[in-house]
């Protein structure tokens, strides 16, 4: 028995080079599911939106038989299909993240950003799979294996190494340009800033800090303080930049 399997756009990415050319003739003694299939040429299942058999919209749980045509497509950026995708229980409404121990400064970029990101530089593989299942959490790593775990629904596969390209590419992705919010979550526990008077916190500062700042910043969950210092025009410079990222 065969099926003649077809990846469209980025997934080509995970194929090896002598498959990325066009139709794969995927041979079987039994039927099973679409998932397998996909995950048994290198693509994850959660960098997959759509999956078509033969023309109609099927789920991860499709028995492939024997003459199908399955075609696979990654997320679309610019088409609405939310009518026809099958392969995801519900959408995420909020977009929260957890991170992997590799992408630590990445996660203080999304941080800066605005975006709830949960990241533990002791986190097991277990334990990164089980905060993006029971919190809803979007799982970002570069680990292939990680991502072809059944549980996981919502992840996606970071391709670039540069800590700038990777906010690149996680930004235009999720299209979250529209809804940053920065300067309101810790860079080093991602709990909520609120905003503190100078003398509830001039004790703890610096000389020169106390001298020239008047604005402060706190955090809700470790009570560590922020403030527009000399790194400041750096900061707000990237998040413009970020800020004009197109969907």
Excluded at 58 to 70: E, H, K, M, P, T
Excluded at 170 to 199: M, W
């Amino acid at each position: 028995m065969h099926a003649d399997v077809r990846f469209y756009a980025e997934l080509r990415d995970f194929l090896k080079p002598s498959r990325r050319g066009g139709t794969i003739s995927h041979a079987f003694r039994e039927p099973s599911s679409v998932k397998d299939v996909i995950e048994s040429y290198g693509v994850p299942h959660t960098e997959v939106e759509l999956i078509l058999a033969n023309g109609s919209s099927v789920d991860f749980g499709y028995r492939v038989a024997d003459g199908d045509r399955i075609s696979v497509y990654p997320v679309f950026e610019s088409l609405d299909v939310s009518a026809l995708v099958r392969v995801r229980p519900r959408p995420l409404r909020n977009v929260r993240f957890v991170l992997d121990v590799h992408l630590g400064t990445l996660a203080r970029r999304l941080r800066l950003l605005g975006f709830d990101t949960c990241y533990e530089r002791d986190a097991s593989d277990d334990d990164l799979v089980a905060i993006s299942v029971q919190e809803q959490r979007i799982l970002l790593t570069r680990d292939l294996l990680l991502l072809r775990r059944k549980a996981i629904s919502h992840g996606s596969f970071v391709r670039a190494t540069d800590p700038r390209q990777q906010v690149h590419e996680i930004v235009h992705r999720f299209q979250l340009a529209g809804s940053i919010d920065p300067y309101t979550r810790c860079l080093a526990c991602n709990g909520l800033l609120e905003d503190v008077a100078k003398r509830d916190v001039e004790a703890s500062l610096p000389p020169m800090t106390r001298q020239l700042y008047h604005e402060f910043r706190r955090c809700s969950r470790c009570h560590k303080t922020y403030w527009r210092g000399a790194h400041g025009r750096r900061l707000e410079a990237m998040v413009a930049e970020f800020s004009r990222i197109s969907a």
